[in-house]
Nanobody, 124 residues
């Protein structure tokens, strides 16, 4: 059974940093491109980032480029999202997702496999 479990969210002050993790199991994690997607209250899902299976190439939405960094540790079956210089508009539930046809440069917001999400709230 494919499982994706995000963690690391919480309340962060504007300008602060947080690192999210996505623990994967039940599939060949190291063979899949992975993505981060977020959904703010009252808004539709937004693609945030994608990373290729080997971790050598990552892509970002313009809204987070230069502030967020996606990485992965295939030995630990874990995906990461380092979020710096956070803004109130980054407040959202953050999900990791994947499916066999997904490629890191695609801006999908829906995936066959997705975790339950972790809440990030940026506020004073």
């Amino acid at each position: 059974e494919v499982q994706l479990a995000e963690s690391g969210g919480g309340l962060v002050q504007p300008g602060g940093s947080v690192k999210l993790s996505c623990a994967a199991s039940g599939f060949a994690f190291g063979s899949y491109d992975m993505s981060w997607v977020r959904q703010a209250p009252g808004k539709g899902p937004e693609w945030v980032s994608g990373i290729n299976s080997g971790g050598g190439s990552a892509y970002y939405a313009d809204s987070v480029k230069g502030r967020f960094t996606t990485s992965r540790d295939n030995a630990k079956n874990t995906l990461y999202l380092q979020m710096n210089r956070l803004k109130p508009e980054d407040t959202a539930v953050y999900y990791c997702g994947t499916e066999s046809r997904y490629r890191a440069w695609m801006t999908n917001t829906r995936f066959k496999y997705r975790g339950q999400g972790t809440q990030v709230t940026v506020s004073l």
